[in-house]
């Protein structure tokens, strides 16, 4: 079995004894691989913490030519894997001496809990053992700073309980000797101010004892602006009235009595799928030297996030002995967000600070917030965040407790500034779809919830309200919906209207408008655009004549939806909302916005899409138009509205285009679509889009099959149905 050593110089211990240390960038990608054991890492984060943001053509070809050296150096005692685009560093052969430390961590700290000193205190001096010197030491790259801050955390973590446990074990001298170094490394670190003056005290050392008090003080109001915790003070006063410092032996040093917070909410009783999540959450967890634990649960409005939360928390309890903290920020709701200035104070009291020591400014209590934390493992869930300016005062300052933050934004600052683990959310796949429409007790054969779960949009919220209303009497309105799911109905809120259960909570229109309420102007008319578009997706084109906006502006406006998950990609330029969310959209482009705006930008998609058709058709035509004539058209048709929806040409339209509004067989969610005269609320009639058609016959024999392979090729373009073969 061989080692791979970070705590100190990267170096390699093979099972002969022999140590090799990787040059440069191989110990470089050596640790990167630590790092992230088990995981892949991408061949492009590999390149660019090695060469930087502009590696030349060759990077690559190095990479792998260092990779090949790096697995001659760990023989066969791991391995490193290519997969999926990057490596992975395998350790079923091996071990990390990082992993080594926390695990012996782990078992002082469970010794702990049972008052075995003696054991702990064997456990802790092992585990110091492996320190060689700094970790990673000798690669200079900020990229591992995190890493190393962490693990710098842990060995003071360390070297505290080991310290509080030779006190309980009345080596008073041995933890004045050893801490005196610590303490002037780490002089933010309350506990082991606290741990000084008890072992001065204890020794006799009175005037030293209270030296260390004031220099204490003195620290933590210069660097942190907040006063020393209530244990310091009760310290600096018991050695101001020389009262005897007492240890208990059953205990692992003299403290106040902590409060265990368990304020998560009640775990909901049906929770089904998010494996993928839910692995990345427990191998986050459990990663040695993972810098970070943050971790950011993202994605719209019903996709489950607060219930996933609160459900691994509940299943993780055991691995957070000091409490759970649980508190919503209400990012997005039908009340203000939360500001973390008034948050903060429900949090240090549940953290045992009295109310009357918290201080007033936001700075303030956020220092005091760290320092409480400082020392304990414990998990934090902070539950719809708005941005993550909202959530940065209330993480935790040490890497020792987890922290898992909801929203419906991305949290980009988060991911790119902490260091935070993104996990996005998005509808149920439909194996887990099924899985909860059978754990919610719905009594639906397979053809029934496959409609379900279309009307649903496979979304975990939904499909709760319809099981709600089927089990409370109001089915009536879902058996019309399953019957056709496909279809909106002619009021585009009905689907919404049966997804509603009375509460703002409890209603899928509700959480979409939370969402929607945070929208700038330009945003919330590009998102009320999709509802008047035929097609569900739209590339910024279109959707730039429909707004009637630059190709800038609309690109902005998107990239504000994307953020706050309310359109999403699904190629290069080209974005779609989901049904329920579509539907949301029509209803309030509908009840917004004024029937001649609608008319409007419907008319500025034809146009859109007819200025930029190809026209193959008229290469097929003797007499056709010129491409001069027909962009004159058009800009002339922008300063009119055309006047006849009757099938036949318009004045003023170039003898082979016309209008069609025949009734045809709707496309999914077309029924509210207005045609550039006519609402579909009064006439009901669908306005396809304006199509060239070629009226002489003697044309089409000429090109039949390029007319046919263009006919299909713009339908698809309008995601409409396939034209019907002119005649």
Same mark, same amino acid.
């Given at each position: ?28 990608? @050596? ?53 999926? =685009? ?32 003696? +054991? ?99 620290? @933590? ?41 368990? +304020? ?39 996709? !489950? ?9 509940? /299943? ?14 209400? !990012? ?28 007033? !400014? ?12 400082? =020392? ?58 099924? +899985? ?7 009594? @639906? ?17 939904? @499909? ?47 959480? #979409? ?16 655009? #999709? ?41 290069? =330029? ?45 290469? /097929? ?18 300063? +009119? ?5 009757? !099938? ?80």
């Amino acid at each position: 079995m061989v080692v791979v050593e970070v705590l100190g110089p990267v170096q390699v211990r093979r099972d002969d004894g022999t140590v090799v240390r990787p040059p440069g960038l191989q110990a470089l990608l @050596l640790s990167m691989l630590v790092v992230d054991a088990d995981q892949i890492v991408t061949t492009d984060r590999l390149i660019d913490v090695m060469w930087g943001a502009a590696p030349d053509d060759r990077a690559a070809h190095r990479l792998q030519s260092h990779i090949h050296r790096l697995r001659r150096t760990l023989d066969t005692g791991a391995t490193i894997e290519a997969d999926g =685009g990057g490596y992975r560093l395998s350790l079923e052969g091996g071990a990390v001496d990082a992993v080594r430390f926390e695990k012996l961590l782990a078992e002082a700290r469970r010794a702990a809990e049972i008052g075995d000193h003696d +054991q702990v205190v064997t456990l802790c001096r092992d585990a110091l053992s492996l320190w060689r010197g700094a970790p990673f030491e000798t690669i200079e790259t900020t990229r591992l700073a995190g890493a190393s801050r962490r693990l710098h955390d842990l060995r003071s973590s360390t070297w505290e309980l080991l310290l509080a446990s030779e006190l309980s074990r009345g080596n008073h001298e041995t933890v004045a000797r050893e801490i005196e170094p610590l303490v002037r490394e780490h002089p933010l670190r309350e506990r082991l101010h606290e741990l000084l003056v008890t072992a001065l005290s204890l020794s006799g050392h009175h005037a030293d004892a209270l030296g260390a008090c004031e220099r204490a003080r003195t620290w @933590l109001l210069d660097e942190l602006g907040v006063e020393p915790g209530p244990r310091l003070r009760e310290l600096h006063r018991m050695v101001l009235a020389e009262e005897a410092i007492l240890v208990d032996p059953g205990t692992s040093v003299p403290k106040p009595s902590r409060q265990v917070p368990a +304020q998560l909410p009640v775990c909901p009783r049906v929770f089904v799928g998010r494996t993928d999540v839910l692995r990345e959450l427990d191998e986050g967890r459990s990663r040695a030297v993972d810098p970070v634990r943050i971790f950011c649960l993202t994605g719209g409005a019903g996709t !489950g996030k607060t219930a996933l939360a609160v459900s691994w928390g509940h /299943a993780v309890t055991g691995d957070f002995p000091d409490g759970q903290l649980y508190i919503d920020l209400r !990012g997005f709701g039908p009340d203000e967000p939360r500001d973390p200035t008034e948050a903060l104070p429900g949090l240090l009291t549940a953290l045992g600070v009295p109310t009357a020591e918290i201080p007033d !400014g936001e700075h303030e209590r956020s220092a005091l917030f760290r320092s409480a934390m400082s =020392g304990r493992r414990m998990l934090v869930v902070l539950d719809n965040a708005k941005d993550a300016d909202h959530v940065r005062p209330l993480l935790p300052g040490t890497s020792e407790s987890v922290t898992v933050v909801t929203s419906r934004s991305q949290l980009t600052g988060l991911v790119v500034q902490e260091g935070a683990h993104r996990l996005p959310l998005g509808p149920l796949s439909p194996e887990e779809t099924q +899985q909860l429409i059978a754990d919610l007790g719905l009594p @639906l054969d397979d053809s029934q919830a496959d409609s379900l779960a279309a009307v649903c949009s496979r979304l975990p919220l939904a @499909l709760r309200i319809a099981a709600e209303r089927m089990r409370s009497g109001g089915a009536q309105e879902l058996d019309a919906l399953l019957a056709s799911p496909q279809d909106v109905p002619p009021d585009a809120g009905a689907r919404l209207d049966v997804l509603d259960v009375g509460e703002d909570r409890a209603s899928v229109r509700g959480v #979409f408008s939370w969402s929607y309420r945070h929208l700038d102007h330009d945003s919330a008319w590009i998102f009320r655009c #999709f509802g008047i578009s035929p097609s569900a997706e739209l590339s910024l084109g279109p959707l730039s004549a429909l707004a009637h906006l630059d190709e800038r502006a609309t690109r902005r406006g998107v990239e504000t939806l994307r953020r706050a998950h309310l359109v999403e990609p699904v190629s290069r =330029g080209r974005y779609r909302l989901h049904d329920l969310l579509r539907v949301y959209a029509i209803e309030l482009s509908e009840n917004h916005d004024p029937e001649s705006a609608r008319q409007r930008a419907f008319a500025r998609l034809c146009d859109h899409y007819l200025e930029r058709a190809p026209w193959p058709w008229w290469s /097929a035509c003797p007499t056709r138009p010129t491409i001069p004539a027909s962009r004159t058209w058009q800009a002339g048709r922008r300063r +009119q509205e055309p006047t006849s929806t009757s !099938g036949q040409p318009s004045p003023g339209s170039p003898p082979n285009v016309r209008i069609s509004s025949s009734p045809r067989r709707r496309p999914p969610a077309a029924g509210a679509i207005p045609s550039p005269q006519t609402s579909p609320r009064s006439s009901g009639a669908i306005c396809t889009m304006m199509r060239p058609m070629c009226w002489r016959s003697d044309c089409m024999a000429l090109r039949s099959e390029r007319l046919a392979m263009s006919t299909m090729l713009l339908g698809r373009a309008l995601r409409i149905d396939v034209l019907p073969s002119p005649r």
